[in-house]
């Protein structure tokens, strides 16, 4: 199982970034995939569940309104669309493969930072 994120970077509050998270070395769309979150010196938060079949989701409170997850399985791709950026959203963001309702692979995780 390989995931790598990318598309993070420096954005102003109230902008807006994309990130994507390649996956390989599995049936990407047999599986849940998550966005979770780490602030810096603060644990991990769940951000976003998308579920693989079905394809419905779901949003921690923060993130609702304003975050759209999704998912190109013909691709093995996992986005999470991010508007209205706020200072608080700044962390390391992870894609991670579900099994059940656990986490059992993680990205490197891309950075972003919310700041004027």
């Known amino acids: 199982v390989e995931l790598v994120e990318s598309g993070g970077g420096l954005v102003q509050p109230g902008g807006s970034l994309n990130l994507s998270c390649a996956a390989s070395?599995?049936?990407?769309?047999?599986?849940?995939m998550s966005w979770v979150r780490q602030a810096p010196g603060k644990g991990l938060e769940w951000v976003s569940t998308?579920?693989?079949?079905?394809?419905?989701?779901s949003y921690t409170d923060s993130a609702k309104g304003r975050f759209t997850i999704s998912r190109d399985n013909a691709k093995s791709t996992l986005y999470l669309q991010m508007n209205n950026l706020k200072p608080e959203d700044t962390a390391v963001y992870f894609c991670a493969k579900m099994s059940f309702t656990e986490f059992d692979s993680w990205g490197q995780g891309t950075q972003v930072t919310v700041s004027s």
């Open positions: 998308t579920y693989g079949a079905a394809g419905s989701t």
């Open positions: 070395g599995f049936d990407f769309s047999s599986y849940a």
